[in-house]
């Protein structure tokens, strides 16, 4: 956002720029607004509190200017109202020149609706459109409504603060593609719940998530209590546990929960859209010589690329003691005796070895999540703000992009080649919508352009399925649809406590069922080692917060 005398120039992804004027107050004003914030702050407690005024139209309401106070009479009441999870736009519909879209309440004004309707302003050959958005019923006389409007080939955005017709002109369509798509589906039509200042407060919320100090930390810790609600629950010391490797055992898995940094961050917002408490994995092997390894998908290399490798124990458990900031919380969950037993060594290591090299599995990560149309999105999360948020990276970084869904949705159409918005153009040709193509299942044997694809968990999956693990069930299951939860709750894993090792949880009064080996808090698996596998699993579960409740069937 560029501020230019006082005029607000924004700039799409297609580098058009839309300017609107803004009157700011006297500077004389602004100075009595600030000097008198005490009873600004007393004005605004009574409207936050009494019925009576909120039956009227204020002349402000107290979140519009929360912002402006100070920081120590706002921020108390601005945390408790928003947090990072307003940063997501919630989809009210799309407006194509066929289809006016039903009224929507918004965060200011409670009565909108919006048509599209097409001309031919500029002589272009497919010509360009007007978007006409109609909001009234405002709150407040201070409140505003911030947007988000996107098709497969552009997105960009508008607010509006005066009870009207307002417009926002497509000068031209990008191909006759991008003509047809809006013609049939409209341009989606996307609300920021929190409003202007809502957003920036959010976005500070957010923002923190991915720093690497102990702000960011408490940030993160934060996120997850109040949206999973995790205990977070301190352990007594020592945090790291003297660990004799001799109990390690092949097929031993690792689960990891980072909770600061980039790798924290980015581990927080998994988490919270797929139920696990671990954001990362890996896995225990065993040399034919007795030596320990560990196989991990998502190991940085010397170029900081993410990668599939094997290392000696001893340099990975050295890394994330001593180099690994994001402050890991590490457990080890030992398989059960009879697996243990069956647990085919050369095929583990044929396998592991196979993929060294091989990128981390961008391509499959966000398909293990999505398994149904509607009942996987965390609010306001949904398959509309997926296609969305594709589109904003395709235009950002087209090659990311590609590697994170380009090709995995081209396998699901059964096309090859095709760029997202040919996607999105022609997965209605084929008579189907994107939220039903997010959520048909991955398949283990696809083959990308750079080789098979696995993610952190899906590898030590692919392990556990080449090891014999699930029998005569492994045709019938596809690991690549497994998240990091659902691997935990397969019922794999040491169930009788006396067979631990005796250094595991040694230092804790808690004893749980599993070998937490470093971290301040005591880690949480709920519904861990309890799920028999069975064919066809986790292709179709839901996966809503706090509670991430799941049909036996799925």
Not at 266 to 290: I, N, P, Q
Not at 347 to 355: L, N
Not at 456 to 475: P, Q, R, T
Not at 494 to 512: F, I
Request: hydrophobic letters at 35%; charged letters at 20%; aromatic letters at 14%.
């Amino acid at each position: 956002m560029e501020i230019v005398g006082d005029c607000i120039k924004r700039s799409t992804f297609r580098s058009r720029s839309f300017c609107k004027t803004i009157s700011l107050p006297p500077s004389g004003s602004m100075s009595l607004l600030f000097k008198n914030h005490y009873i600004l702050s007393i004005l605004i407690l009574l409207c936050l509190y009494t019925s009576y005024i909120r039956a009227l139209k204020a002349p402000f309401h107290p979140q519009d200017v929360l912002p402006l106070l100070p920081r120590q009479v706002s921020w108390p009441v601005l945390n408790s109202l928003r947090s990072a999870v307003d940063l997501l736009p919630t989809f009210v519909g799309a407006a194509s020149s066929s289809n006016k879209t039903g009224e929507w309440k918004g965060a200011c004004f409670y009565k909108n609706t919006a048509w599209m309707e097409f001309n031919h302003k500029n002589g272009s050959e497919f010509g360009g459109g007007t978007l006409h958005i109609k909001v009234s019923d405002a709150h407040s006389w201070t409140c505003m409504d911030l947007y988000v409007f996107a098709t497969p080939y552009r997105v960009t955005w508008d607010y509006y603060f005066l009870s009207r017709e307002h417009t926002l002109e497509f000068k031209e369509w990008e191909s006759k593609a991008e003509f047809e798509y809006v013609k049939h589906k409209g341009v989606s039509i996307f609300l920021m719940e929190a409003g202007m200042l809502g957003t920036l407060e959010a976005l500070w919320d957010v923002f923190p998530l991915f720093t690497n100090t102990g702000w960011g930390e408490n940030s993160n810790i934060g996120f997850l209590k109040k949206h999973m609600e995790a205990s977070f629950e301190q352990r007594p010391q020592p945090w790291v546990t003297n660990i004799s490797v001799d109990d390690i055992h092949s097929g031993d898995f690792l689960a990891i929960s980072k909770i600061r940094g980039r790798w924290g961050g980015f581990e927080t917002l998994e988490k919270w859209v797929t139920g696990s408490y671990a954001g990362h994995t890996a896995v225990c092997l065993r040399d034919s010589e007795g030596k320990l390894w560990v196989g991990e998908s998502g190991h940085e290399d010397n170029e900081g690329e993410d990668i599939i490798d094997i290392l000696p124990w001893d340099e990975w458990w050295d890394f994330e003691l001593t180099k690994d900031d994001s402050n890991p919380h590490i457990a080890l969950l030992p398989l059960r005796a009879d697996l243990r037993a069956k647990f085919n060594k050369t095929a583990a290591w044929e396998y592991a070895r196979s993929m060294v090299g091989k990128p981390y599995g961008y391509h499959n990560l966000i398909f293990s999540w999505i398994d149904t149309i509607d009942r996987n999105y965390p609010p306001p999360l949904d398959a509309n703000l997926v296609a969305s948020v594709m589109t904003v990276w395709n235009q950002i970084q087209p090659q990311y992009a590609a590697n994170m869904w380009n090709e995995a949705l081209n396998k699901r159409l059964g096309t090859q080649g095709l760029s997202l918005p040919e996607v999105l153009v022609e997965v209605g040709k084929q008579g189907s919508s994107f939220d039903k193509l997010l959520m048909i299942p991955e398949q283990d044997d696809w083959i990308y352009s750079d080789g098979k694809s696995t993610s952190c968990v899906a590898f030590v999956l692919e392990i556990y399925k080449e090891a014999g693990l699930f029998d005569a069930l492994a045709s019938s299951i596809q690991v690549t649809e497994f998240t990091i939860k659902d691997a935990y709750t397969l019922k794999f894993f040491e169930n009788n406590s006396s067979r631990l090792p005796k250094w595991c949880n040694d230092a804790d009064t808690v004893k749980l069922p599993f070998c937490q080996i470093r971290g301040k808090y005591r880690m949480e698996l709920p519904g861990y080692n309890t799920m028999d596998p069975y064919p066809y699993m986790n292709e179709k579960c839901p996966s809503l917060p706090p509670k991430y409740s799941r049909p036996k069937d799925c």
